[in-house]
Nanobody, 121 residues
Framework: QVQLVESRGGLVQAGGSLRLSCAASGGIFSINAMGWYRQAPGKQRELVAAITSGGTTNYADSVKGRFTISRDNAKNTVYLQMNSLKPEDTAVYYC???????????????WGQGTQVTVSS
């Protein structure tokens, strides 16, 4: 089955930077999109950034100009470069992929376990 393995998050001071990665594996035929969501305590999970296989990107308004999503299709890996971090960026970040496998036709959505990012004042 498809698994998404995220890099470790961490504790960063406001204004600092952090880079997250997520690698997908497990009988993957193709991935048409990957992205990052986050969930802060007491809040709904929200889309942070996403990228399609063709390279089209989408960002939440709150992170535009600060975060950059990229993808290495050969490695089935997505990255999130986070700059100028703010305390309100503190959340558990979840990797997401829309993928098709050799055993099942059509695309399904998969999630990583989540990684904690904490930004201190």
């Amino acid at each position: 089955q498809v698994q998404l393995v995220e890099s470790r998050g961490g504790l960063v001071q406001a204004g600092g930077s952090l880079r997250l990665s997520c690698a997908a594996s497990g009988g993957i035929f193709s991935i048409n999109a990957m992205g990052w969501y986050r969930q802060a305590p007491g809040k709904q999970r929200e889309l942070v950034a996403a990228i399609t296989s063709g390279g089209t990107t989408n960002y939440a308004d709150s992170v535009k100009g600060r975060f950059t999503i990229s993808r290495d299709n050969a490695k089935n890996t997505v990255y999130l470069q986070m700059n100028s971090l703010k305390p309100e960026d503190t959340a558990v970040y979840y990797c997401n992929a829309r993928a098709a496998t050799y055993s099942v036709s059509g695309y399904s959505t998969y999630w990583g376990q989540g990684t904690q990012v904490t930004v201190s004042s």
